[in-house]
């Protein structure tokens, strides 16, 4: 049987992190109270025009930038039509024709066979990020037969990331959209939490044999996490190889991935094939962005975006975080991702190692073994950790000082997991843990020890 | 008092000097409104906020701390702008009974400078036409229709015949402003001119009419049919009154973004002796088909009278002129097409009670909210913007209109200062005769003149020139470079010295205020 090539791309939505929506003043905030942060122009009152967030800009330089895309200098903004209960004034603003960035790269890792130990690096390319005004969202009230409309979320800004289709698999989706979410929150430009709706992602996912065309694709939508989005894909790719191996065709269609099910169904065609009757947006000139050479001598800072000036001051993205671990540290590349993959860890790890004696390669053991497997069984964040890195640390230290043993140590912490507020050398001495170090209480006790079995030391002692 | 004179020179004065009080001048306005109601100007009138405005102003002035000219002065708003507290319609179903939580930046620069606003003045449902007859409150009715001056020219064709079926359309959409301004019942008006619907009105009811440049006056509250040609134009029976309401609109609006940065200096207009400097230019292809022969007798006597003055006067040429009109149609219908998205019944204004789905409840919504008009041109403009016709028609007609635009900066950049041409084709016609045609048709004729400037984004005015054979106003208009109000302006208030436009001698302005006639000799406008 012909071997199947799966193509899989992405199209992320990732909510800006920014204090007012992009084309209007009214605040962002997750979970407010419905229709409360609604400014006229969100709700399309007739005669109100959009303004553009500088705020919402520069997160999609930033973002631009770190995924090492051309920025645009030029960029426009138009209008996609079509009628919805969320989409108030009957279009989006977005960049269709010109967007924002374009042309750029993201690198991520992925572990194969499920080993840490091996680890690839796997790119993909970024075909462009466009800024657009998200949607309010509607609920049916089947019951009713009415529907519900909040338009809280309606002009929030979004930056699309569309990534090629250079991924083959589930793992590697997620492992792209992992990179991504730390990079965004890394940057500030998202907040990129997918439960909160601040991630979306949507799959393209088709089918072929090597050396033919590409086969053709279905969109997936509905994902609500990292976790499930490995899930659909793969099952998007097993149906599909499994219709095509059994004569049937795939059908370009939007499907949703049901989770509980664990499956993909076709979506309620509720747009059909649409045309957007894209036009130009004429209430916003182009947006024009300037790099050190050219901006203008006279320019009022105020009004211009130096592209330069953020390349300067963006932070280190996790790649090179990772990188700095590792050199700095001596740890393995893949305990640097686990590092970074956990909210909080690094930054825990290295203060760790700050206050205390105990190579960071041997803390790095404690990190990622003890600490971690606690924080996961009692489903806690690192900040919400009862040990904290300085409890850590005074541990580590008894540990290197051999005052207790590394047995007596996990006792400890386990201790210490209580969150009492007890010191680490409290509950030694509580629990009476101490190493001895004295050489002739020892010898007493060893001694001791013989003197009690005379009979077992005989034994021994012919062999 | 002057119910006549120029605003800076004459009215304000008045005020200041206390020869006259705001709240009078409210309550003549309000009282001349209700007897020129069958004009049909207004759609809703303000009584209440207006008398308490004018009585405000009015401590103003007697502390001695007016805001400014405008302090105390009537005006009107065409009811496409939003007034907070105050209905705005756009004369459609759509939106009776819509009251605006925000007002129009416009209107409330106007406010914050005193103004007292008198009421929202009828138009063509959501601006689209050029008669002011297909709004859902009627059809206006111009002034100068009971004019001394039309009454003694027309000749009744029967005896049965009266001044009833014998009225003659105002030209739109502004139509409302224009005969608000032309009948005394308020100082200065706003309009909007996205084709020519400022200076066509202005030109058929004798009064001034300028549409400034594109980005000068900001649109925010400007409920928009063409986004990128739309702009708040300013009526008045004066050019000195014209520049003192740009005066106090003009300047970059945060809220607009295609308003430009730069700082506006608001100017006086200088009282122009010596044209000997300026060079006139005459766009041959203005003289279009259907012109009438009164008209093209008064545009060349028009050329004659700056040439005689000693003014540089020349043929110029705008070749692409014959193609504005479809490309117009093109870019007008798709940009309606996309602003009209909005009205669907969900947030504001009509809402269907079809409930069977929100599908079905946006459809009724719209076809009962729209008139044939505005459903005639979403239709259009949707076609245009399908992915198969974009290029063919939208694309298309944007680089048309790029080389309509050059045609003016050619002509321009050879010398000529302004350009000088006739605002329409005739005088006003009668309303029965008006209506034979359709609303494209009509629009379609009547906006070659004028809709080139606003494809272009020039500032342009229409000066009332003369009356017609008929006793009806005609008006000349000039066109100008980008940003340079003051230049156009100065010409065109040197033009309208030279020609001495007539008051209009209306019954009910007479009876209402003899001071106005009394006053009618030294009638030059300022």
Redesign the interface.
């Known amino acids: 049987l012909a071997p199947w090539v799966p193509v899989v791309g992405l199209e992320i939505h990732a909510q800006i992190s920014s204090n007012s929506k992009l084309f209007s003043g009214s605040q962002v905030q997750f979970a407010a109270p419905p229709n409360s942060l609604v400014s006229?122009f969100d709700?399309?009152?007739?005669?109100?025009?959009?303004?553009?967030n500088r705020r919402c800009v520069e997160a999609a330089v930033m973002t631009g930038l770190a995924l090492n895309c051309s920025i645009n200098k030029k960029s426009l903004f138009d209008?996609k039509?079509y009628?919805?209960?969320d989409l108030?004034?009957?279009?989006q603003i977005t960049q269709q024709r010109v967007p924002i960035a374009v042309n750029g790269s993201l690198s991520y890792s992925l572990c194969i066979d499920n080993k840490m130990s091996q680890m690839v690096t796997k790119t993909v390319r970024i075909k462009q990020i466009q800024l657009e005004q998200d949607s309010g969202k509607s609920l049916h009230d089947d019951t009713r037969?009415q529907?519900l409309?909040d338009l809280n979320r309606a002009g929030v800004g979004l930056m699309e990331v569309v990534m090629e289709p250079d991924m083959c698999c589930g793992e590697e989706a997620a492992a792209a959209v992992r990179e991504l979410q730390l990079i965004l929150q890394t940057l500030g430009s998202s907040q990129a939490v997918m439960a909160e709706g601040q991630l979306r992602v949507d799959a393209n996912v088709s089918v072929h044999h090597p050396g033919e065309p590409y086969g053709v694709r279905t969109e997936v939508k509905n994902i609500n996490s990292i976790r499930f989005l490995a899930k659909a894909i793969d099952y998007e790719i097993q149906r599909q190889i499994e219709e095509l191996e059994n004569g049937g065709t795939i059908l370009n269609e939007t499907r949703a991935f049901d989770s509980k099910l664990g499956c993909t169904v076709p979506m309620r065609d509720k747009e059909g094939k649409q045309?957007y009757?894209?036009?130009p947006e004429?209430?916003?000139?182009p947006l024009i962005l300037y790099d050190a050479k050219s901006l203008p001598a006279n320019m009022n800072h105020q009004?211009v975006i130096n592209i330069d000036w953020i390349h300067e001051r963006l932070p280190d993205l996790p790649s090179v975080k990772r990188k700095k671990l590792v050199e700095q540290y001596g740890i393995l590349p893949e305990h640097s991702f686990t590092l970074l993959n956990e909210d909080g860890l690094a930054e825990f790890f290295e203060n760790v190692v700050k206050e205390t004696q105990m190579k960071p390669k041997k803390v790095i053991g404690w990190i990622l073994k003890d600490l971690l497997s606690y924080l996961k069984q009692h489903s806690l964040t690192v900040n919400e950790s009862p040990v904290s890195s300085f409890l850590l640390a005074d541990l580590l230290n008894l540990l290197e000082k051999k005052a207790i043993s590394s047995t007596a140590a996990k006792q400890v912490l386990a201790e210490l997991w209580k969150g009492e507020g007890k010191t680490p050398l409290e509950i030694v001495k509580e629990q009476k843990l101490e190493l001895l170090q004295d050489q002739k209480e020892l010898e007493q006790i060893c001694q001791a020890v013989i003197d009690g079995h005379k009979n077992e030391v005989i034994m021994m002692v012919l062999g | 008092a002057a119910l006549n004179g120029g605003l800076r020179s004459q009215v304000s004065a008045a005020l200041k000097e206390g020869r006259v009080a705001p709240t009078e001048l409210c309550q003549r306005c309000l009282a001349l409104i209700k007897n020129t109601k069958f004009l049909n100007a207004y759609i809703t009138v303000a009584e209440e906020t207006a008398l308490k405005q004018a009585e405000e102003s009015e401590e103003r002035y007697k502390r001695g701390q007016p805001l400014g000219i405008l302090d105390g002065i009537p005006i009107a708003v065409k009811d496409n702008f939003n007034t907070a507290g105050i209905e705005t319609t756009c004369a459609s179903n759509m939106l009776k009974g819509y009251i605006s939580p925000y007002n129009a930046t416009v209107v409330q620069k106007l406010l914050d400078q005193g103004a007292v606003l008198l009421g929202k003045t009828n138009l063509d449902e959501f601006a689209m036409g050029s008669g002011s007859t297909d709004g859902v409150f009627g059809p206006v009715r111009n002034p100068w229709s009971y004019s001394k001056q039309y009454k003694e020219k027309s000749v009744p064709k029967s005896h049965s015949e009266d001044e009833e079926s014998n009225w003659v359309v105002t030209g739109g959409s502004s139509g409302g402003s224009a005969a608000a301004v032309s009948s005394f019942t308020c100082f200065a008006a706003l309009g909007s001119d996205t084709g020519g619907s400022t200076r066509n009105p202005a030109a058929h009811c004798g009064v001034v009419g300028l549409k400034p440049t594109y980005g000068l006056i900001s649109r925010h509250g400007l409920i928009p049919l063409v986004n990128s040609m739309d702009v708040p134009g300013i009526l008045t029976r004066s050019v000195d009154d014209a520049a003192v309401l740009l005066g106090s609109l003009a300047g970059h609006d945060p809220k607009d973004s295609t308003t430009i940065q730069d700082d506006f200096k608001p100017f006086e207009l200088p009282n122009l002796t010596d044209v000997s400097k300026l060079s006139i230019g005459i766009p041959k292809e203005y003289h279009a088909p259907g012109l009438s022969g009164e008209i093209l007798a008064l545009w060349s006597k028009a050329a004659d009278l700056f040439r005689n003055a000693g003014a540089k006067v020349v043929e110029v040429s705008l070749p692409h002129t014959p193609y504005s009109i479809v490309c117009y149609h093109v870019l007008c219908t798709a940009e309606v097409a996309s602003n009209m998205a909005r009205f669907d019944g969900l947030e504001y204004g009509h809402r269907s009670d079809m409930k069977d789905s929100t599908e079905s409840m946006y459809a009724a919504t719209r076809r009962e909210g729209f008139n044939d008009v505005v459903r005639g041109r979403i239709l259009s403009g949707n076609y245009f913007l399908l992915k198969q016709n974009y290029e063919k028609y939208f694309v298309k007609a944007q680089k048309v209109r790029r080389l309509i635009a050059n045609d003016f900066v050619k002509v321009f950049r050879s010398g000529v200062d302004i350009l000088l041409t006739p605002t329409t084709l005739s005088d006003a016609a009668p309303y029965t005769e008006f209506i034979q045609e359709d609303n494209r048709t009509r629009s379609a004729q009547d906006d070659i003149l004028t809709q080139a400037a606003n494809m272009a984004g020039l500032p342009a005015i229409n000066v009332p020139a003369a009356l017609s054979e008929r006793g009806l106003p005609v008006g000349l208009q000039f066109i100008g470079r980008s940003f340079q109000e003051k230049q156009l302006l100065t010409v065109a208030k040197w033009f309208e010295k030279q020609v001495q436009f007539p008051v209009i001698q209306l019954e009910e302005v007479k009876r209402h205020d003899s001071d106005v006639f009394q006053h009618q000799k030294s009638a030059s406008f300022s």
């Open positions: 006229f709700a399309s009152l007739p005669g109100t025009l959009p303004v553009l209008r039509h009628f919805y209960a108030p004034a009957g279009y037969s529907t409309v045309d009757r894209f036009m004429p209430n916003l000139p009004q």
